[in-house]
Each structure stands twice: as C-alpha cells, then as structure tokens.
C-alpha cells in the first residue's frame, strides 16, 4: 500500500499575519478574560451583583421606612454578619476540603431561596423588621461560606498569572452591578415597591447558576487529609500569626470594615436627616460611590502590575476617613455626590488591594484558611461598627457618628502601617 504523507503546511513567512494577531489581543487590563470559565463567571457575578445591590438598596429603605430607627438599621446589618464572625473560620476550612464551584452552586441557590422568601412577605404585605433580621442572618450563614469559595474559586479558573486582574476584574464587576443595581433598584423602589427589587435579585442569581454549570474545569485530586478540622484551623491561624504582613493586612481589613465602611448603614438616614433628599436619591449616592469604585477597580486592572501595591493601600486607607469627614458634613447634595464618588475611588483602592495582596502572598494549600480569615475580618466584625454607628446617631446624631468613626479608622490604620512597614513595601 502506498504510504500518504499528511500534507505539508506552506512555509508562510511570519510577517504575514501580524495584523491579525494584533487583532485578537486581549489587553493587559483584561488578561483574566482570556480564560472561558472565568468569562462564564464574571457575566454571572455581574447580573447578579446588580441584583444584589438593588436588594441591599430597598432593604435599607424598606427597614429604614418601617422603624424610622437608625438603630433598626444598624441591628438589621449586623444580623447579617454576627453568623460570619462565628463561622466563616470553619467555612475555610470546608472550602479547602471541597469541590469550591459545588460549594458555590449550594450557596447561591441557598441565596436565591432567601431573596424570594423575603419578597414574598413584602408581597403579602405582612413583613416586620424581625423577618428581615432572621432572614439577614441567614444570608450571613450563607456568606461564611460563599465568600472564602468565591474569592479562592479565583485561582482554579485563571491560574496564578493572572490572579491580580482577575481579582481587580471582580472588583470592577462588583461595582459595576453597585452602579447598575442602585440605579435601577431607586426606580423600581419609588415606582413599584420593595417587594420587586427582592424579586429580581431572586431571579438574577439564576445567572450564577448558570455560569458555574456550564463551566469545564479539571479535575484536581485532592489530597486526603488526615488531620481534624480543629487542627486544619489552628494551621492556618498559625500560618498567618508567623507572617507579620499577612496578619497586618487581616488587622486593616478589620479597622476599615469595622469604623471605615460602617457609614454605609445610617446612609439611609443620612440622606433623610442631613441632605434632606428621598429614596432615588439615596439610590444615585450608592450609584455615585459605585462610579468612583469602578474608576479604582480600571485603574488596578490596567496599571495593578506597575504601581507598588503596599504604597497605595497604605495611602488610600489612610485619606479614606478624611473624606468620610468631609461627607458627614456635607449638606448641598452635588457636593455630597463629588465626596461620594471619592468615597468610592478609595473604598475599591483598599477593597481590591488588601484581596490582591492576601492573595499573591499566600501558600495555596491554605488559601481557603486564609481567606476565610479575610471575610471574618471584613465582615464578621461589621456587626459591632454598625451597632455602635446605629446607636449613636440616635444618641448624640449623625453627622457627629461618622466624624467618630472615621477619626477611630484613621488612628488605627495608621498605627498598623506605622508597626508593620513591611505592607508599604509588598508589590
């Protein structure tokens, strides 16, 4: 039988296709897109983020409107994370032990399930602020485990190369749905009620489900791990008490979420009391702030690799509560729009750059450890800065409460960097 050669590919000189090449470039500041599942994943996370923020949008009016208690708002938001302070450690645990993407898919169905019970009551019209306060701390038993999966699930679609865009592409994407959802949710919340916003969140999650099961991933063996979850645990602990800057980033994430962010809670009041405005214009506040987050989250993705990581974080936590001052002052409403865009510039600017760098600095056997570590810092302890900003806004009043909290985030992120210099210096 004659033999048939496979054909031969023409020797073509390599100028001639250039152009084309050049075409199909994905640029620096999205790199992380070049993977399929993580596009699978960042369009779900981004229907879904809207749908979130329209949520936390009417919930904050909704308990806001029911109460006309800025401490209700304050318990209310503290519901949601006392369940994180308690258990996210062990939810890391469970999220190095598993599969992360059927750990996502429980979670967000868990979420969807929430969302639409708490629709339901505002429908019926028989909702009370303690519904909101059970079903808020079930979301928060939902998030101990949701978040550490979510933000270690990052690594397994895009691999380490391009885990910092990636990380400031979910950045970007979250705050493109807190621009998205406020602007759709202020409308929905005057035209058609609460109970809608609730309904669409519901029904946005779907697309996060659908991103997750069409998603082709490898199959890792798992090692079998012999020891406890108690002794798991302890590991980690250890892990970050024996490196300096690991533990100081965890301690900022602390501060900030605890006395920084916790404005957000009394925001409804804020706009009532001090701007004097309605609920569409709380809406355009939170879409404002978005805004000014997407502009950081842009600049990370396209310049993350140059800039020094550490140097940044360490300003942009430190100017943070300046503007918060600033803000709580503030009584003409194109002003307070200007300070709330900055408010979002630097928010993202410690929000993205505390993750990136947990993350690029971390052994991977311990990712889920670590960053459940970092949700029990960011959010487990919100409880007691929303507690105490809700309090005493009712106390001594709102404009006051924030000045307090702010001086407090100020001073101790500064003794933190002043302790630690070695975070100014991480790339």
């Known amino acids: 039988m004659a033999r048939i050669d496979p054909p031969r590919t023409p020797n073509i000189p390599p100028h001639i296709f250039p152009l084309r090449t050049r075409q199909f470039r994905i640029p620096r500041s999205l790199s992380a897109l070049r993977h399929r599942n993580y596009r699978l994943f960042i369009f779900g996370q981004l229907i879904a983020t809207a749908g979130t923020w329209m949520q936390i949008i009417a919930q904050g009016w909704l308990v806001y409107e029911i109460s006309g208690s800025e401490l209700a708002l304050g318990v209310v938001s503290s519901a949601s994370a006392i369940p994180v302070l308690l258990i996210s450690p062990w939810g890391g645990v469970i999220v190095d032990r598993v599969s992360k993407r059927h750990l996502l898919l429980i979670t967000q169905s868990s979420s969807m399930l929430l969302a639409f019970t708490l629709s339901a009551l505002v429908f019926t019209d028989v909702v009370r602020v303690w519904h909101i306060v059970l079903l808020a701390v079930a979301m928060g038993v939902v998030s101990s485990f949701d978040g550490p999966a979510r933000q270690a699930f990052v690594v397994e679609m895009v691999g380490h190369e391009d885990l910092p865009n ?4 979910n950045s970007m994407t979250f705050n493109s ?48 791990e012999s020891r406890s979850a108690r002794q798991q645990l302890a590991s980690g ?22 006395f920084g962010t916790s404005y957000a809670t009394i925001l409804p009041a804020f706009v009532d009391k001090v701007l004097a405005q309605s609920a569409s214009a709380y809406g355009t506040i939170n879409a404002i702030t ?15 690799e140059r800039i020094p990581r550490g140097r ?30 900055g408010l979002g510039v630097t928010f993202m600017l410690v929000f993205t750059l505390l993750n990136t760098l947990l993350q690029t600095n971390l052994r991977d056997e311990l990712r889920g450890r670590v960053l459940s570590l970092y949700t029990l810092t960011f959010f487990g302890f919100a409880p007691f800065g929303n507690l105490l900003v809700g309090s005493l806004s009712e106390a001594i009043g709102i404009s006051p409460t924030l000045v307090i909290s702010a001086s407090i985030s100020l001073l101790l992120a500064a003794l933190i960097l002043i302790t630690t210099p070695g975070v100014r210096r991480l790339i």
Do not use: D
Request: glycine residues 8%.
């Open 237 to 258: 602990l250890a892990y970050v008490q024996h490196e300096p800057e690991l533990r100081a980033l965890l301690l900022m994430a602390l501060v900030f979420s605890t």
């Open 290 to 304: 978005g805004i000014g987050a997407v502009t950081a989250a842009f600049f990370i993705a396209q310049f993350g």
């Open 177 to 224: 749905g807190r621009i998205i959802g406020p602007a759709i949710g202020g409308v929905l919340l005057v035209t058609l009620g609460a109970a809608w916003c609730f309904f669409l969140n519901g029904l946005s999650i779907m697309a996060v489900l659908i991103s997750l099961l069409n998603m082709n991933l490898p199959v890792s063996k798992r090692k079998r």
């Open 312 to 341: 940044v974080l360490a300003g942009a936590i430190l100017i943070f509560p300046v503007i918060l001052v600033a803000f709580a002052y503030t009584k003409p409403y194109a002003l307070s729009l200007t300070l709330a865009y």
């Open 166 to 169: 990636a990380i400031a592409l």
